[in-house]
């Protein structure tokens, strides 16, 4: 069966904690040290703390033979959350394809732009995909620090970005 995208029920929230944390212990070694892993692994199984987003949320999923590949979701209406793709199904397009649909039902609920907070994982695409730069943000997970990039993106109905963009530091 060919990769199929559809809405994020709640059956689907155990699988997507185990798609967040293999996507985090596959994809974040090399960018992120062991502690900044575990820490971000770890996320997944606390109880509580996906709950809120992956309940409230309006996400998507694609899907393929072996079950849910990657997923994101928008929360609140006005943030892209939570992009994740196994790492065996890394680099086949599913982010995008993600984006994109994420972007047009934002722009179909009435959102004008979208915000982010992009890792160093996810930043490269999004700044491909037409989101811009605006700021370095600084946070803790389980005491271990960690640095994010706001980004945003302005919604059109063409599928291009316009507005200024920001220069990234450095």
């Known amino acids: 069966m060919a990769p199929r995208l559809r809405p994020i029920t709640p059956a689907d929230h155990s699988a997507l904690r ?3 944390q293999q996507a985090v212990f596959s994809q974040a070694p090399g960018l992120y ?3 900044q892993v575990q820490a971000w692994a770890a996320v997944a199984v606390l ?3 996906l709950d809120g987003a992956l309940t409230a949320g309006e996400g998507l999923l694609i899907e393929g033979d072996g079950g849910i590949e990657a997923f994101a979701l928008l929360h609140p209406p ?3 959350a939570l992009l994740y793709c196994r790492g065996d199904s890394n680099r086949r397009g599913h982010g ?3 984006v994109r649909a994420l972007e047009a039902l934002a ?3 009435g959102q004008t732009h979208l915000v982010t907070e992009a890792s160093l994982i996810s930043r490269p695409l ?7 730069w605006v700021a370095l943000e ?3 997970i389980a005491g271990v620090p960690f640095e994010r990039h706001r980004l945003r993106r302005q919604l059109r109905r063409d599928g291009l970005a316009d507005g200024p963009t920001t220069s990234s530091p450095g």
């Open 96 to 98: 995008g394809r993600l």
């Open 18 to 20: 185990e798609v967040y």
């Open 33 to 35: 040290s062991e502690a």
């Open 138 to 140: 600084r946070l803790t």
């Open 126 to 132: 999004l700044e491909r995909l037409g989101w811009h």
């Open 78 to 80: 006005h943030r892209l």
């Open 47 to 49: 109880p509580g703390v």
């Open 107 to 109: 722009l179909d609920r």
